[in-house]
DNA sequence: TATCATTTTGAATGTTCATTCAAAATAATA
DNA sequence: TATTATTTTGAATGAACATTCAAAATGATA
């Protein structure tokens, strides 16, 4: 049998750029075949549809964001330092000069209307947005009780969808974190002029 | 000459349900041609091409989303709690069955990588969104210093995005009014028991 | 070496897209 | 009523779209 040719995890990094930057009909086929040097038939014996490839796209992103914040988290001197460590990673990223803020949350932003399905993009995309709150949750529960690790989770996520949007104005870095320390009291931010 | 037939601003609430529910690329000028009943050659006779329609739809959707904050806060007893009604509203809006964010905001995700004209569609978001953390942070040098303020409108702002985004998830209300709770304890939530 | 399942090629398909424009209709004005 | 500026009509245009498939290439196995 033929060998496959392309790495796989190679194609789909290129797939999580266009599709993140330009969206799911914002980017055409024509743009993955041109970026990727496949040809089309390839793609479509590999992934099947412009939707399957998209899908495995939104699965490798999510699969690394989730370990980044378990990394990020348990490489520090403790779970509030931690989470502190994560939300920063975010406002550095939107320093980016191609910066193009979540592909989860774009996905569930842009196909909230169009894909009802069960085990669509969007329905997809919500499910790890909702275990990112878990995971957060499950951290906070070494300090404080189920329902304030609970409150305190929502309020992360909040925090971090709205860097994820505010991180498209330039030069916000330090607004962003200023917002941080004001909306995140009880997290043990360092003082930047230290 | 000829009377024009249809209602410019009607036509316009049309675009915006649609582009706000489908995105700029995912809505097609058949759909607007569908929705309002107008021809092809009417709706271009009378917003050029469907960058001009977008961005008329942008202008009505953003004056009247301004203008509501300044109705709700203005209507209220004093500052404070006329952001927390306007912080409800949101919540509120993310109940609807067809919820679909905020069109501001939506604008910005999509084209922020592909639109970089100065007067583009996402610049003008961009300073339609920067425009009401202003308006916020006029509001609340009332009763702060003008560091604080700013301070205070960015972590608003913040927990506005983070509500258009985490208004997706089913039955959130109660989740995100607690999140409120916790990340803008300055402000005089009312106790939902009484 | 011959067989055969698999992968790659890339032109072709049919649909949908935004947009145009000559012609017709309209109504204010002369 | 005749003139004229404006709006409406709707078929036509050409480009871009996702996808297909028969044929060729590949390489593991017999």
Redesign the pocket.
């Given at each position: 049998?033929?060998?496959?040719?392309?790495k796989r995890e190679e194609v789909i990094e290129h797939a999580i750029k266009l599709f993140g930057q330009h969206g799911y009909t914002g980017?055409?086929?024509?743009?993955i075949i041109e970026v990727t040097g496949?040809?089309?038939?390839?793609i479509?014996?590999?992934f099947g549809?412009?939707?399957g490839l998209y899908k495995e796209a939104l699965k490798q992103y999510s699969d690394k964001s989730i370990q980044r914040i378990t990394r990020v988290v348990e490489a520090a001197p403790n779970v509030q330092l931690g989470i502190c460590s994560a939300l920063e990673d975010i406002i550095d990223a939107s320093m980016a000069k191609d910066y193009c803020s979540c592909f989860l949350l774009k996905t569930q932003i842009e196909l909230a209307a169009s894909d009802t399905s069960e085990d669509g993009l969007y329905a997809f995309s919500l499910k790890r947005l909702a275990q990112t709150e878990e995971l957060y949750k499950s951290y906070l529960q070494v300090q404080y009780d189920s329902e304030e690790s609970a409150a305190k989770a929502t309020s992360i996520m909040l925090h971090i969808f709205g860097l994820r949007v505010y991180g498209y104005q330039k030069k916000s870095a330090q607004k962003m974190r200023a917002g941080l320390v004001q909306g995140l009291p009880w997290l043990p931010w360092s003082n930047p002029h230290n």
């Open positions: 049998m033929a060998k496959v040719l392309f980017t055409s086929m024509q743009q496949l040809q089309a038939g390839s479509y014996h590999a549809n412009k939707e």
